[in-house]
């Protein structure tokens, strides 16, 4: 049990303050970067650091819920998606950067967050833990769809960052179904979308 705790705080302290790698390239790295003006710089930014602390959010989630599961095909399978995540994380934090923006200065308190939850929905069984991730993947998909909607048409950089995070989440929600996942109640969905948008309000600004 001291070896996970050590192990777990080893990846919270990398997710949340060391530089995320990536084994895939980053979608629309090889594009000429697009004429954006200061306004659409900052709003792409903002959208860049919602995305970034999402990611943040998940690997919490991921740590959570594989720590608490009995499962050993359970914990392979959020391990990978975790690894999925890693990249979204590098890919946006790549992004930002790039746009002249920052990070959530409120990074290591979604973490924590997150990581309670994911332990919490863990603790109600494998359907259940499984019926979160994929109430959780679809959720974001439907903020990066959102997203694109709200993102300069001509910053096909950014754009394509936000597309293959798109497509990778969905392959997520459809593994936790495979594996055995259960609806949730509406009234849980309901909190997930109010807390969800608590964090993304917040984190746009801050």
Not at 26 to 41: H, I, N, T
Not at 123 to 140: I, M, P, Y
């Given at each position: 049990?001291?070896?996970?705790?050590?192990?777990?705080?080893?990846?919270?302290?990398r997710?949340?303050?060391?530089?995320?790698?990536?084994?895939?390239?980053?979608?629309?790295?090889?594009?000429?970067?697009?004429?954006l003006?200061?306004?659409?710089?900052?709003?792409?930014?903002?959208?860049?650091?919602?995305?970034?602390?999402?990611e943040?959010?998940?690997q919490?989630?991921?740590?959570g819920q594989?720590?608490?599961?009995?499962?050993?095909g359970?914990?392979?399978?959020?391990?990978?998606?975790?690894?999925?995540?890693?990249?979204?994380?590098?890919?946006?934090?790549?992004?930002?950067?790039?746009?002249?923006?920052?990070?959530?200065?409120?990074n290591?308190?979604?973490?924590?967050g997150s990581?309670?939850?994911?332990?919490?929905?863990?603790k109600f069984?494998?359907?259940?833990?499984?019926?979160?991730?994929?109430?959780?993947?679809?959720?974001?998909?439907?903020?990066l769809?959102s997203?694109?909607?709200r993102?300069p048409?001509?910053?096909?950089?950014?754009?394509?960052?936000?597309?293959?995070?798109?497509?990778?989440?969905?392959?997520?929600?459809?593994t936790?179904?495979?594996?055995?996942?259960?609806?949730l109640?509406g009234?849980v969905?309901?909190?997930?979308?109010?807390?969800?948008r608590?964090?993304?309000?917040?984190a746009y600004?801050?």
């Amino acid at each position: 049990m001291l070896d996970q705790l050590i192990i777990g705080f080893d990846k919270a302290l990398r997710t949340v303050f060391a530089p995320a790698g990536t084994v895939r390239p980053v979608p629309g790295g090889d594009l000429p970067e697009a004429e954006l003006s200061d306004e659409e710089k900052r709003r792409a930014a903002s959208l860049m650091r919602v995305n970034h602390c999402g990611e943040i959010c998940a690997q919490a989630l991921y740590q959570g819920q594989a720590m608490m599961s009995r499962d050993e095909g359970i914990k392979r399978a959020l391990e990978g998606a975790a690894q999925e995540e890693t990249e979204h994380l590098a890919w946006t934090e790549r992004r930002i950067a790039e746009l002249g923006g920052r990070k959530s200065l409120l990074n290591p308190l979604w973490y924590g967050g997150s990581l309670a939850i994911g332990m919490l929905a863990a603790k109600f069984g494998d359907g259940v833990n499984l019926g979160f991730l994929a109430e959780t993947e679809r959720q974001v998909e439907a903020h990066l769809k959102s997203h694109l909607d709200r993102l300069p048409e001509h910053d096909l950089r950014t754009r394509e960052i936000v597309v293959q995070m798109k497509v990778d989440e969905a392959a997520h929600a459809d593994t936790a179904l495979r594996l055995g996942a259960v609806e949730l109640p509406g009234v849980v969905k309901a909190a997930m979308k109010a807390s969800s948008r608590v964090m993304t309000g917040v984190a746009y600004w801050v």
